[in-house]
């Protein structure tokens, strides 16, 4: 099992510029979850999914757009990219069915590091 | 406003020493408190949890101590090594509620370097 991945690793966008970033998840999670990563701030959720077909809004949604069409992906688009949009971008999934401890463990990808200039 | 606080945000350790880390939350609601690991360049990946009805969990060298009066929860990390530096964040989450959906609060991080 890959487990969690993210495509692009690196990318270097010009302000106005648009992306959209790729997650994949072989687990056959429920839950999917996509954060930014900024240095003093911890990780903060950008949007999440419970399942495939659904979205919603997390702590820090603006500027940013999701997609979940397929249960095992989860899409992140900036339309319209901005210097303040510069972080390190995760995807996570859980199992969602609140069974257990383990069932709400977060599984994260390896991470997208986005420039904005 | 982060709703969970951590401190210190940065600890250097000697190895064999103990590293400490502290979280505060305010939201009682909070009902499971993970820590994750992170690796320069890596994601975070779960290393212990608890659920407030337990005062310590204990996995290894690392153990969770929560104090559910004082709304703080802290991560000891028992004879350091090298190995172990990294970044570790705690969180919560309100597990029983219906509407959580598993989303987790984190903290700002702490990364702890152990010297050989």
């Known amino acids: 099992n890959a487990g969690v991945t993210q495509t692009p690793k690196f990318r270097v966008l010009k302000t106005g510029q648009s992306m959209t970033l790729l997650c994949a998840q072989d687990?056959?999670?429920?839950?999917m979850y996509w954060y930014r990563q900024d240095p003093g701030m911890g990780l903060r959720l950008i949007h999440y999914s419970v399942g495939e077909g659904t979205t919603a809004k997390g702590e820090v949604p603006d500027g940013y757009n999701v997609s979940r069409l397929k249960k095992q992906n989860f899409l992140l688009g900036l339309e319209s990219a901005a210097p303040s949009q510069t972080s390190v971008y995760f995807c996570?999934?859980?199992?969602?069915?609140?069974?257990?401890?383990?069932?709400?463990?977060?599984?994260f990808g390896p991470g997208t590091r986005l420039t904005v200039t | 406003q982060q709703q969970v606080k951590q401190s210190p945000q940065s600890l250097i350790v000697q190895k064999g020493g103990i590293s400490i880390i502290n979280c505060a939350y305010e939201n009682t609601a909070f009902d499971y408190f993970p820590w994750y690991q992170q690796f320069p360049g890596k994601g975070p990946a779960l290393l212990i949890a608890?659920?407030?009805?337990?005062s310590e969990k204990k996995e290894g060298r690392f153990t969770i101590s929560f104090n559910k009066s004082a709304k703080q929860f802290s991560l000891h990390i028992m004879d350091s090594q090298p190995g172990d530096s990294a970044t570790y964040f705690c969180?919560?989450?309100?597990?029983?509620?219906?509407?959580?959906?598993?989303?987790?609060?984190f903290g700002a991080g702490t990364q702890v370097v152990v010297t050989p």
């Open positions: 969180a919560a989450s309100r597990e029983a509620a219906t509407d959580s959906w598993g989303k987790l609060q």
């Open positions: 608890i659920r407030p009805d337990v």
């Open positions: 687990m056959n999670h429920e839950y």
């Open positions: 996570a999934s859980s199992g969602g069915d609140h069974r257990g401890l383990s069932s709400y463990e977060q599984y």
